[in-house]
């Protein structure tokens, strides 16, 4: 009886493992089809973002208590037609982005034509088979906007509703890269940065990122460089995103790789390294702050812990101008609250 007792038991367990090796694998077969809560496609790109160019463009920032956002404006065209991207990073990383078009009407007019949404949700609760992962949705919205420039300042209206951006050279400028008070402002910009390059990656955050296995997909930047996801391993999945000379935004240049080693639960840790630039003069791109941020190691020691494929422990390791590195506690590192940048 005591042997039928433990077989029994052990039998149990492996049919659980069983089934949950085969709705892993059975993900790898859905997540090249179109799903809801993603947006692969058979015969389609995976990367679906219009570069804005390499020159002419403009990052300009918001933040408030709730969220930080981001508007990237390319230059315009001889036709008078620019790309325009807007971004929307909340306090608990929750991130939507917005891209299309704008038509200069006039001197102080533009007219925006929105034309895809990326939303990438928070879900630190969720098991990663049932997130939705970032999604992508076709919109079709046109605004007009009044816009006014006042030295670093831009102006954007629309009717009686009026948003004041600042240019983000500006803002790091006031940042001393010899202070570690300011080294969390720095760590938050960084992470805004890697957030809204995941959060075009279809599925990201889900268990529709087996669709990566076994291959290396990339992503090209806003501006320029690219970022390459390449995953391996199915009951315990190895994911490498590489960013090579990446930028999103205006002088923002990432390089390194971010890696994380999860089970099928999503329970793992992060480790690897990714090295940044940041413009600090609008009119001498030269002049700028770099750092680095640090996930931990492979076998993760000091490492930042996932749990549902979401930083749940550890400490992010940040360092500024090669002075030595601080630790960066991953609740307030994911604190997107970027408000003392305009203090």
């Not at 990237?72 to 620019?82: A, F, M, N, P, R």
Request: negative net charge.
């Amino acid at each position: 009886m005591i042997f039928n007792a433990k077989r029994s038991v052990l039998g149990s367990k492996l049919r659980t493992f069983i089934f949950a090796a085969l709705a892993h694998l059975l993900w790898v077969f859905t997540a090249a089809c179109d799903l809801p809560g993603g947006y692969a496609q058979l015969g389609k790109p995976l990367d679906t973002i219009v570069r804005v160019g390499p020159k002419g463009h403009s990052t300009w920032m918001r933040a408030d208590e709730s969220a930080a956002e981001m508007l990237l404006l390319g230059k315009i065209g001889e036709d008078d037609v620019g790309q325009i991207v807007l971004v929307r990073v909340e306090r608990n990383t929750e991130t939507t982005l917005t891209a299309g078009t704008y038509t200069k009407t006039d001197d102080n007019h533009i007219e925006v034509h929105y034309e895809s949404m990326f939303r990438y949700p928070f879900e630190p609760d969720v098991k990663p088979l049932n997130k939705r992962g970032a999604t992508l949705v076709e919109i079709d919205i046109t605004i007009d906007y009044t816009v006014e420039y006042q030295q670093d300042t831009l102006l954007l209206s629309e009717g009686r509703s009026q948003q004041e951006f600042t240019a983000i050279e500006a803002l790091l400028s006031q940042l001393d890269p010899a202070s570690e008070d300011d080294w969390l402002l720095y760590a938050r910009f960084f992470n805004f940065c890697i957030i809204t390059s995941q959060a075009r990656v279809p599925g990201f955050g889900s268990g529709r990122m087996m669709q990566f296995l076994g291959k290396k997909v990339t992503f090209k930047g806003m501006i320029s460089g690219e970022f390459v996801i390449e995953s391996s391993g199915i009951l315990e999945p190895v994911t490498h995103i590489e960013y090579k000379n990446f930028s999103d935004f205006s002088g923002v240049v990432l390089n390194g790789v971010q890696s994380n080693v999860v089970s099928m639960t999503g329970n793992g840790h992060m480790y690897d390294t990714v090295d940044f630039v940041f413009p600090t003069d609008r009119e001498n791109p030269s002049v700028t702050v770099t750092g680095a941020v640090d996930y931990g190691t492979r076998s993760g020691d000091e490492a930042v812990v996932l749990k549902n494929g979401t930083a749940a422990g550890g400490s992010y390791r940040v360092s500024i101008e090669g002075a030595p590195a601080i630790d960066i506690d991953y609740q307030r590192f994911n604190d997107m609250d970027l408000t003392s940048l305009f203090l």
